[in-house]
């Protein structure tokens, strides 16, 4: 089944791309792993796979551990200050980044290892009042800050569109994280860059990719339901 889920999401991303006058290779999907078990990781890495998204900080050092070093993880879930510390020399991306005050432990960590973090800024497009992320009026003063720190650079931004039935409803909140990207890119700040733009997930990536995201997040569209059950 995980052979054929990843053929579709494959023909889907690149018709989207099509679809969109884009270029396949501008378009990249992280493998979202959280709650399977490490077979069905390993199972996927031996199709190719080679990123794969957790959003829980033990869960992502348990499977950094026990698979392949040639994986890029991600952390793409709500990171908490003290939890930055055992994760922050395993993944290459950070996708969560959502205060200051976390961008700041980061930074320290960061430091620690003599490495530069790469992150996103979480932004909470549709404003929903149960989901993390700045608020987009609050974006460029967060950006502002966040440049500042030596061992972070901000490579773009990433929201979590609201879950809804049809894709298209989602269409303006992916517009909208394109367009506050492109005035951030308009500032040209130092130590930011806002290429990439993590946006859609398994209902909605096709939507997510003909407006403008460079990562899709694809959770159930590759693994199948997830089972919190028996987590
Ligand atoms: C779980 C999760 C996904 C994947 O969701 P699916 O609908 O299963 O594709 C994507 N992004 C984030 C932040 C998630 O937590």
């Known amino acids: 089944m995980l052979k054929e889920n990843l053929q579709k999401v494959e023909a889907k991303i690149t018709a989207s791309c099509e679809r969109s006058g884009r270029r396949r ?5 992280i ?12 199972e996927a890495y031996d199709l190719g796979v080679r990123t794969f998204g957790e959003n829980k900080v033990q869960e992502l050092v348990d ?3 026990a698979l392949p070093k040639d994986i890029s993880w991600h952390m793409i879930g709500h990171l908490q200050r003290n939890k930055v510390k055992y994760i922050i020399d395993k993944v290459d991306l950070i996708h969560s980044v959502d ?4 961008a700041e432990t980061i930074d320290k960590e960061a430091k620690k290892h003599n490495l530069t973090a790469n992150i996103l800024i979480e932004v909470n497009v549709a404003k929903e009042p149960t989901k993390f992320g ?3 009026d609050d974006l460029d003063a967060m950006i502002d800050e966040i440049s500042r720190f030596s061992n972070i650079r901000v490579l773009g931004l990433m929201t979590i569109a609201p879950f809804v039935k049809n894709a298209e409803e989602n ?4 517009a909208r994280l394109r367009k506050l990207s492109v005035d951030i890119a308009d500032k040209n700040i130092d130590n930011v860059n806002v290429g990439v733009l993590s946006m859609g997930m398994t209902n909605d990536y096709e939507t997510a990719i003909e407006e403008g995201a460079t990562i899709v997040r694809i959770g159930t569209g590759i693994f199948g339901e997830r089972d919190y059950l028996h987590v």
Do not use: G
């Open 31 to 42: 493998a979202v792993s959280k709650t399977k078990p490490i077979e069905t990781l390993r």
């Open 25 to 29: 290779e501008d378009v990249t999907f």
């Open 99 to 102: 205060s200051i005050k976390l």
């Open 171 to 174: 269409r303006a909140i992916f």
């Open 134 to 136: 700045v608020l987009p």
């Open 63 to 65: 499977k950094y551990e």
